[in-house]
């Protein structure tokens, strides 16, 4: 408590991913993140929060489907996006009227929110554009001495982080999927819930590259996997596949097992990504879940890191 009193940053366990916390009230300690991870300034930041009377602080009005939302989903991975209160601060909104709140519902959150009193702005604990971390390890190999404490709460649950929200508009629309399913919050909203379309850049976790290893990529289905392996094989490239224990997969190749229920697949994700890098294999061909459910937060980050890269 001591270290985020006085502006420092801590690695938080979430239920989600691990998050780069720091007091959301304190600009220094705030522009700090920004500098850790590498992250253009205009991109804004999530503020976690105890409970939902916390959330009503920094937002200018709770709308009746945020409530909804709230009573079904917090504690839990769904970020809200709201009209800010002068609570919120133009570095962490990014300068924009509305501010992102999320009450996680992992204990070690809870209780450090808990004692901590205020607003915790946390990214994901990675550098910039790079793989999110799901273990307090992660943070320490990513961020090292730049981060001030980093706390241990085991591996994160969900895995792949929260769902957002938008419910500044007109309608609600769906800005990232993530650990609470489409279909979930369409069901406590009594209608679709369809994507903004946007190419908004100030959305990071929206930029058509992100999430990514080091090596390339190839998203397949179970029939195609082997196949595309052994081309890439022939074509002198070192290749890994990451699919379901009993795929049979050509030799050369290494397989990277991944559990075979979407659930399992999300929770080890990004150990998964991690796993193709330390592999040391020029390209990994990954055997991707049905787009329904958690799949589809799978699915998203799996394509965002095929994408080809940008610069840096
Ligand atoms: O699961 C999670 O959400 C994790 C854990 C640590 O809570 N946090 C996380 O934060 O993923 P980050 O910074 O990596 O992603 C936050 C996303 C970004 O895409 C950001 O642009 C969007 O939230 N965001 C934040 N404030 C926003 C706003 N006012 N309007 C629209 N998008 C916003
Ligand atoms: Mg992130």
Redesign the pocket.
Known sequence: MEVLRRGGLVG?P????????ADAENELAVRRIFAV?G?PST????V?LANVDAVRTWVARLPPEAEALAAAFWPG?L?L?LP?STRASDT???G?????V?V?AHPV?QSVLAAFGGGLA?????RFGRV?PTRAEHVVADLGGDVDLVLDGGPSR?G???T?V?L?GPAPAL??P??VTREALEKVLGGPLPNRATN?V?????LPSHYAPRAGLVLANRSEAAGLAAELLSAGRRVAVCAPEGLATPPGAVHLAVPEDVPGLARSLYQLLRSVDAAQVDVAVVVVPEEAGLGLAVLDRLRRAAAPRGPG
Do not use: W
Not at 96 to 100: L, S
């Open positions: 938080l979430t239920e989600t991913v691990y998050g780069l916390a991870k992250r991109h804004p930041l999530i976690h991975p970020t996006v800010r962490v909104t990014g924009q009227g509305t501010v992102a999320r996680p959150a946390a990214p994901s604990a990675n999110s969900v792949v982080e929260s957002i938008d500044s800005l990232r993530g650990g908004d100030r959305a990071p976790g929206m």
